[in-house]
């Protein structure tokens, strides 16, 4: 600008002595030509005095609007930074911080101005980090991009953080190095992938401990897994997968996919399936099926989806996953909500619904029915004197001589402790009486033998045919009472109600 400036005023000054020239030219008087050059020699000066004036208003005017810039864009630079959820901060080549978002001012619990100048490893001075945190700084000033996990243990009560750090070296506005670091929190994730693990272990530990529903364990890491081409040959498979069908990994490679189906029922799906897929179908679908080799019951959950491979061919992509243990145990749990833990006898809630089902019937086919219910005699002096382990044993070969008295129809049940009852659908009184009598002798001839004691058990009861006007608790009532007298006339006895 002043180089013009100069170049502008030369050209001035020429002008001027070029006047001069023409009037000495013109008139031949010396004296008149000196003024006009004397004035074209000052031209210049005031030229340049102008210009300069004028040059330093644009600089001024241009200093202002480059400074409104820089302070825009540090602003904008800084709101940027702010919205990004994870710490960043900008450190010069002395560690200290010179740009600070508003995520990191938060982790490190100061305000952005306390921080602005200070050195990072000063707001948690630990001798070993500020050692760590120099040498790293050193790294990335001279070109190395820092990009390490942590695990610490921070805050007041010391809470468990994992995250990323990355650190590396830009150009500042006025060309010197300066580090950005910035910090991802993976606490949830990593913490997510421990629970994963650990629930991972605990299920390993108890499929061991159930070996009994449980014949074969194939690893949860991996499920079986495999990819079929479009053709439906196996072009990849897993370990469990191979286990799975008792083969080696490389003998499946090329096999059609149902010729390695554990059953012909489970293969007629197979083709008509991975067409689907193929077309961009998605099967999900649940299997029940027996393996034909150990005979094991098994439930999975079949998962086909179509992918491109490296080549850009379709293929089929499959996992099952086994799901047997729920489902034996969802069975276990159905049974056990009808039927008594410790007999296996139905219990009184489906005992009192299949009963109320077979008074039906018999109310229109017109046909009787009776009720036998009973108890041990003394059976808390079995508990007393031997311990609840006797008695429960004692129960439960109570049970097993009442089903060998039993015909396939009748309908047994634990009422409730030691006591029990039976159903027994086309049977009046006189049929029902002997059959009474029949298991009472079952009990009072035999003792019953238990981990070395003979234990003289007898039972008494009351037996009660139904009437047509009345419900099921209304007989069993009229039952319980003659238990009751059963028991009061010397027990080891049947009364008909």
Same mark, same amino acid.
């Given at each position: 600008?002043?180089?013009?400036?100069?170049?502008?005023?030369?050209?001035?000054?020429?002008?001027?002595?070029?006047?001069?020239?023409?009037?000495?030219?013109?008139?031949?008087?010396?004296?008149?030509?000196?003024?006009?050059?004397?004035?074209?020699?000052?031209?210049?000066?005031?030229?340049?005095?102008?210009?300069?004036?004028?040059?330093?208003?644009?600089?001024?005017?241009?200093?202002?609007?480059?400074?409104?810039?820089?302070?825009?864009?540090?602003? !904008? +630079? %800084? &709101?940027?930074? =702010? #919205?990004?959820?994870? $710490?960043? *901060?900008? @450190?010069?080549?002395? /560690?200290?911080?010179?740009?600070?978002?508003?995520?990191?001012?938060?982790?490190?619990?100061?305000?952005?101005?306390?921080?602005?100048?200070?050195?990072?490893?000063?707001?948690?001075?630990?001798?070993?980090?500020?050692?760590?945190?120099?040498?790293?700084?050193?790294?990335?000033?001279?070109?190395?991009?820092?990009?390490?996990?942590?695990?610490?243990?921070?805050?007041?009560?010391?809470?468990?953080?994992?995250?990323?750090?990355?650190?590396?070296?830009?150009?500042?506005?006025?060309?010197?190095?300066?580090?950005?670091?910035?910090?991802?929190?993976?606490?949830?994730?990593?913490?997510?992938?421990?629970?994963?693990?650990?629930?991972?272990?605990?299920?390993?530990?108890?499929?061991?401990?159930?070996?009994? !529903? +449980? %014949? &074969?364990?194939? =690893? #949860?890491?991996?499920? $079986?897994? *495999?990819? @079929?081409?479009?053709? /439906?040959?196996?072009?990849?498979?897993?370990?469990?997968?191979?286990?799975?069908?008792?083969?080696?990994?490389?003998?499946?490679?090329?096999?059609?996919?149902?010729?390695?189906?554990?059953?012909?029922?489970?293969?007629?799906?197979?083709?008509?399936?991975?067409?689907?897929?193929?077309?961009?179908?998605?099967?999900?679908?649940?299997?029940?099926?027996?393996?034909?080799?150990?005979?094991?019951?098994?439930?999975?959950?079949?998962?086909?989806?179509?992918?491109?491979?490296?080549?850009?061919?379709?293929?089929?992509?499959?996992?099952?996953?086994?799901?047997?243990?729920?489902?034996?145990?969802?069975?276990?749990?159905?049974?056990?909500?009808?039927?008594?833990?410790?007999?296996?006898?139905?219990?009184?809630?489906?005992?009192?619904?299949?009963?109320?089902?077979?008074?039906?019937?018999?109310?229109?086919?017109?046909?009787?029915?009776?009720?036998?219910?009973?108890?041990?005699?003394?059976?808390?002096?079995?508990?007393?004197?031997?311990?609840?382990?006797?008695?429960?044993?004692?129960?439960?070969?109570?049970?097993?001589?009442?089903?060998?008295?039993?015909?396939?129809?009748?309908?047994?049940?634990?009422?409730?402790?030691?006591?029990?009852?039976?159903?027994?659908?086309?049977?009046?009184?006189?049929?029902?009486?002997?059959?009474?009598?029949?298991?009472?002798?079952?009990?009072?001839?035999?003792?019953?033998?238990?981990?070395?004691?003979?234990?003289?058990?007898?039972?008494?009861?009351?037996?009660?045919?139904?009437?047509?006007?009345?419900?099921?608790?209304?007989?069993?009532?009229?039952?319980?009472?003659?238990?009751?007298?059963?028991?009061?006339?010397?027990?080891?006895?049947?009364?008909?109600?």
């Amino acid at each position: 600008m002043v180089r013009k400036a100069l170049e502008e005023g030369l050209i001035v000054a020429i002008v001027g002595f070029g006047l001069g020239a023409a009037v000495w030219l013109l008139t031949g008087r010396v004296w008149l030509a000196l003024p006009v050059c004397a004035f074209g020699a000052t031209l210049p000066l005031c030229w340049l005095r102008r210009r300069d004036d004028s040059n330093l208003r644009e600089a001024g005017r241009v200093v202002a609007i480059e400074r409104d810039q820089h302070e825009a864009t540090r602003q !904008f +630079i %800084q &709101r940027l930074l =702010d #919205v990004v959820p994870m $710490p960043i *901060y900008v @450190k010069n080549a002395d /560690s200290r911080v010179i740009i600070v978002n508003r995520a990191q001012a938060e982790q490190w619990g100061l305000a952005r101005e306390a921080v602005i100048g200070t050195q990072s490893f000063s707001l948690a001075p630990d001798p070993e980090r500020t050692r760590l945190s120099l040498a790293e700084d050193r790294q990335v000033l001279d070109g190395e991009v820092i990009y390490k996990e942590e695990h610490s243990r921070d805050g007041p009560f010391h809470q468990e953080q994992y995250r990323v750090i990355t650190k590396g070296r830009c150009e500042d506005t006025e060309g010197n190095y300066v580090i950005v670091c910035a910090r991802f929190d993976t606490t949830k994730w990593r913490q997510a992938e421990r629970e994963m693990h650990q629930a991972l272990e605990r299920e390993v530990l108890l499929r061991k401990r159930n070996q009994e !529903f +449980i %014949q &074969r364990v194939i =690893d #949860v890491i991996p499920d $079986p897994f *495999y990819i @079929k081409d479009r053709n /439906s040959r196996l072009v990849m498979v897993n370990e469990a997968f191979a286990g799975d069908r008792g083969r080696t990994t490389d003998s499946m490679l090329g096999m059609l996919s149902t010729a390695v189906a554990l059953s012909p029922e489970l293969s007629i799906s197979t083709v008509a399936e991975d067409a689907a897929v193929l077309r961009g179908d998605i099967i999900d679908k649940e299997q029940h099926y027996i393996v034909p080799r150990t005979g094991e019951e098994r439930f999975r959950l079949v998962s086909k989806r179509p992918c491109i491979d490296m080549d850009g061919q379709p293929v089929i992509v499959v996992a099952h996953i086994n799901i047997t243990r729920w489902k034996i145990a969802e069975r276990k749990l159905a049974r056990m909500a009808h039927e008594d833990e410790l007999t296996g006898l139905p219990n009184r809630r489906r005992f009192i619904a299949e009963a109320e089902r077979l008074i039906s019937a018999a109310t229109r086919h017109q046909n009787p029915l009776s009720l036998i219910i009973f108890d041990l005699d003394h059976f808390k002096q079995i508990n007393d004197q031997h311990g609840h382990v006797i008695g429960d044993e004692v129960l439960r070969e109570v049970a097993n001589r009442l089903m060998l008295q039993l015909r396939n129809e009748d309908l047994p049940c634990r009422w409730g402790g030691e006591e029990f009852v039976i159903f027994l659908p086309m049977t009046d009184a006189p049929m029902a009486i002997p059959l009474a009598e029949r298991l009472r002798e079952a009990f009072a001839n035999a003792p019953i033998e238990i981990k070395g004691l003979s234990l003289a058990v007898t039972i008494s009861g009351g037996v009660a045919q139904k009437r047509d006007d009345e419900s099921l608790n209304e007989c069993l009532a009229r039952a319980d009472k003659a238990l009751y007298i059963a028991k009061r006339d010397g027990r080891n006895r049947f009364l008909a109600a």
